[in-house]
């Protein structure tokens, strides 16, 4: 069995971009209220007690936005500091990440992965909801900031919609050839807004690999990451090319992780809601950490019979929580 050693971590529920694929424009959320979220004390004591003592050890910080959690960069500073920890990460969609790169990294994150569905400023914006107002422009000067910084990998995501980006996938793919860039390509996954999933669906990621293998070749990469996606490479190109396939393919095999919601729940599968604990209530009501850890046990045992199996019918499209709710 796979060692489940990662957390995906959610820091908030909220987000500055409304994607059609997570959280489109006049979807209905009812967002957490502050004293709903773990403060960064129980976190902390979480991690510390519960997760880390159990074999956790890489942590991904995730959202909604991370970067709009009020004290982001302290608690950045504090996790990375854990001696336990081994690996500290966090994806966000970059557009605060001009003003806030420099000091994430002097907190300690040197692993960042940013979603850029777009090089064209009019696609990405119909894509991320603008509200009037174009956002590409930000969100590049986010990953030019990254890079400059010094983060290490550093990757780019791109949920792949039909008939909207995915015209772009050769040209996305080229990024990687003279930047030490990770392009990871996502089949669009029917959490969220699973009305637009009925009608447009995802593109098999074997279908890209063919477009990009056409202009440029492709090879199987040696690099080997530690999540879901097959890294592949454009033979010479400095970054590599990853795919996320879980509507054509299937990686829970080799599935390492358990997500931590902004409000203290935790999912031991993305795509399955079932046998979740609420950690918050349970810390709250002063419940000792040595029983939460046996909880937390518990799961861990069962988790190989609660992970997703339905790959031939891919996801079921009925779940209460959204992407943007869970961290991705
Ligand atoms: N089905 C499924 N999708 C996942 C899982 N982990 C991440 N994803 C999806 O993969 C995409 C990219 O996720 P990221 O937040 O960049 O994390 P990652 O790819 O696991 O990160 P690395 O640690 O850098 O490999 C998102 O759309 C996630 O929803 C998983 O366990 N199951
Ligand atoms: C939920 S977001 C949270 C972090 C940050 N706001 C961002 O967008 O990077 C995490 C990842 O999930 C991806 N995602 C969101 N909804 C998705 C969906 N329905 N199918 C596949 N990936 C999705 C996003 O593109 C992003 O790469
Ligand atoms: S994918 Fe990320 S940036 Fe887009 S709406 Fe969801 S949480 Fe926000
Ligand atoms: S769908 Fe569930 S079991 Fe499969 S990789 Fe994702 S979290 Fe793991």
Redesign the pocket.
């Known amino acids: 069995m796979n060692p489940v050693d ?1 957390l ?1 971590i959610s820091l908030i529920d909220r987000c500055n971009f409304r994607c059609q694929y997570c959280m489109p424009e006049g979807s209905e959320l009812d967002y957490l209220l502050r004293e709903q979220l773990l403060t960064d004390e129980e976190l902390l004591t979480l991690l510390q007690e519960v997760f880390i003592p159990v074999g956790f050890t ?1 942590f ?1 910080l ?1 959202g909604g936005e991370p970067l709009l959690r009020p004290g982001v960069v302290d608690l950045v500073s504090a996790i990375a500091s854990l001696p336990q920890t081994q690996d500290l ?1 966090l ?1 966000t969609n970059g557009f605060l990440l001009p003003k806030m790169a420099q000091d994430l990294y002097d907190a300690g994150l040197r ?1 960042i ?1 940013i979603s850029l569905d777009s090089l064209v400023a009019e696609t990405f914006d119909q894509i991320i909801g603008n509200r009037g107002r174009s956002r590409w422009q930000e969100v590049w000067a986010g990953i030019q900031a990254a890079h400059r910084v010094g983060f290490d ?1 550093l ?1 780019l ?1 791109v ?1 792949v919609i039909p008939d909207v980006n995915e015209q772009e996938v050769v040209d996305l793919a080229a990024l990687t050839i003279d930047r030490q860039w990770h392009i ?1 390509f ?1 089949e669009f ?1 029917p959490i969220g807004n699973a009305d637009m999933f009925n009608t447009r669906g995802w593109v098999p990621s074997e279908e890209l690999r063919q477009r990009i293998r056409d202009v440029y070749g492709l090879t199987e990469s040696k690099v080997r ?5 097959d890294v592949f490479q454009i033979p010479g190109a400095k970054g590599t090319l ?1 795919f ?1 396939s ?1 509507m054509s393919e299937c ?2 095999d080799r ?1 390492n ?1 358990m997500r931590l919601s902004a409000d203290g729940w935790l999912r031991p ?3 399955n809601e079932t046998n979740q604990i609420d950690l918050k209530t349970a810390l709250r009501a002063g419940i000792a950490p040595e029983q939460l850890r046996e909880q937390v046990r518990q799961l861990l045992a069962i988790k190989p019979e609660i992970n ?1 199996k339905q790959r031939d019918s891919g996801a079921t499209g009925a779940y209460t929580r959204t ?1 943007s709710q869970i961290g ?1």
Request: charged share 20%; with cysteine; hydrophobic share 30%.
């Open positions: 990662y995906r890489k991904r995730t990460s994806t692993r992965n990998p990757k995501n949920v990871r996502i996954m990451g530690n999540g879901p996606a990853g996320i879980q990686f829970c599935c992780r599968c993305l795509l997703f992407m991705g």
